[in-house]
Each structure stands twice: as C-alpha cells, then as structure tokens.
C-alpha cells in the first residue's frame, strides 16, 4: 500500500506571496492532519480535516487555511506568507482521526520564503 | 495543558543501548508515542504505549512508562548506525481528539 504522499517536495516563494501544499493520504483513511515542524518552535499542530470538515484547529494566524476533498486529499494554503513561516510541513493520515489512532506521516514540504 | 520535554542529545558507541527520556505533564489517559526523523525525511513511527500499561517491547525496542512520575524512556538494544537520527516522544491526551503534542527532540549519534 502507498504511503502518505506530499507534493512539492521543495518550495521558494516570496515575502507576500501565497502557496498551496498538497497531501495525499493513504488508501481507505479519511483523517489528514498537518504540522509545521521549524527549528525554534519544533512540530506543532495546524489543523485536522475529517470527511471534508475541519475537525480541529491549532493556534495558528487565519493566513493558514485548509481543505480536503471527497477523495479524502487535503491541501493547505498559506495566504501572504512572512519569513517565520518557513519550516517544513507535514501531513499525517489515519483510518478516521479516532483517538489513539496510528497516525502515518508523509516526507513533507519544505518551504522556504525569502 | 500538555506539555512535552526531552533532552537534546544523546551519543552512543555502535553495539551498546541509548535509552531516550522523555517527561509529559498531561495527567489523564493518554497514548504516547515515539517517533524517528532521519535527515530530509518525515516522521516514521516506531511504537506506542497506552498510559494503564508500564512496558512495552517491540524487537529492540522497549519502552519504559512511569506514570508517577510522567517519565517515557525508549530503550534501543544493540544500537547500530542506522539508528542516528532524530526521535520525538508525543502524546495525545483524551481530551485531544487525534492531536500529537511533541517534544523538542533528542538526536542521537551513533559511533562506529
């Protein structure tokens, strides 16, 4: 079975400028969650979407946003981007984000704004 | 609220046991996890234990939990070079649907 799988790999932009990262999860789960890993703040939690609902949010500003579509594939978008949002993003799937629940993490995104 | 802590690094001689220490101060039930980073690449999950459990072993891995003192450590057995790379200790309270809380870290270096 493929594995979690995260499109681009590497990502340049610009000061103000938005991005789109996407996630495709693993056959049959329906749970897609994303964390933003940086050196100074470490892994922390985005947000959760579960048939197509976002089920939980972090503390993050409004600039990021999420989706996920009927196939369970999830994207995140990052609107006017700062240069503290440079960091790696992960995203992780689960049969349906039930607690405990073995979460499966993608090689991730890693952005960088300049 | 949550909050998990390990120590940054940890250097070992290729063939001897690292033990990794993680604390966590949730107190309700909780799952606890360890995960491995190698250098450009995701989080790969090695095992986990639930909070009413004390041991669990997985081929050379064994992971110690004590509740008392909200203390997870992860033992390697016969530690080679592969197994350099970064490992993350996180939990997920009951009160948190599916969401990890991590800790910072601990590399670990393996010398040949």
């Known amino acids: 079975k493929a594995g979690v799988t995260q499109t681009p790999r590497y990502l340049i932009k610009t000061r103000g400028q938005q991005v789109t990262l996407s996630c495709s999860p693993i056959?049959?789960?329906?749970?897609v969650s994303w964390y933003q890993q940086t050196p100074g703040q470490g892994l922390q939690f985005l947000f959760e979407?579960?048939?197509?609902?976002?089920?939980n949010k972090g503390n993050f500003p409004g600039r990021f946003s999420g989706r996920q579509f009927s196939n369970s594939r999830s994207e995140m978008n990052v609107s006017t981007l700062e240069l503290g949002d440079s960091a790696l993003y992960l995203c992780a799937s689960s049969l349906d984000g039930g607690w405990g629940q073995t979460q499966y993490f993608g090689p991730g995104t890693r952005l960088l704004v300049l | 609220g949550e909050d998990v802590e390990q120590s940054l690094f940890l250097s070992v001689r290729e063939g001897d046991s690292s033990v990794i220490n993680c604390t966590y101060t949730d107190s309700s039930s909780t799952y606890l996890y360890w995960y491995k980073q190698e250098p450009g690449a995701g989080l790969q999950l090695l095992t986990y234990?639930?909070?009413?459990?004390d041991m669990k072993q997985d081929q050379r891995l064994t992971v110690l939990l004590n509740k008392k003192d909200k203390h997870l450590s992860l033992r390697i057995a016969d530690t080679q070079t592969g197994d350099s790379a970064i490992y993350f200790c996180a939990e997920i309270a009951n009160n948190a649907g599916n969401m990890l809380t991590f800790g910072g870290g601990t590399r670990l270096m393996v010398k040949p």
């Open positions: 979407y579960f048939s197509e609902t976002q089920r």
């Open positions: 234990i639930f909070s009413n459990m």
């Open positions: 056959s049959g789960h329906r749970s």
